[in-house]
C-alpha cells in the first residue's frame, strides 16, 4: 500500500468503526494501522530530536 492507500484505508475502518460496522478482519486490519501510527510518530519523534540537536550545534 502506498501512503494515500493506507490513509484512505484508515479513515475508511475508523468510519465504519464509529458505524458499529467492522468485520473481524477489519478491526484486526484497524490495530495494525494504529500500531503503525504509533510507530511512525515515535520514530518521527526521535528523528526531530536528532534533527534539533544537530541544527543547534
Do not use: C
Not at 15 to 35: R, S, Y
Amino acid at each position: 500500500m502506498n501512503i494515500k492507500e493506507v490513509d484512505q484505508t484508515f479513515k475508511q475502518l475508523i468510519e465504519a468503526q464509529k458505524k458499529g460496522q467492522l468485520t473481524g478482519k477489519q478491526f484486526i486490519q484497524l490495530k495494525e494501522l494504529q500500531t503503525l501510527l504509533k510507530v511512525l510518530e515515535e520514530n518521527n519523534k526521535e528523528y526531530r530530536k536528532t534533527v534539533d540537536e544537530i541544527m543547534s550545534r
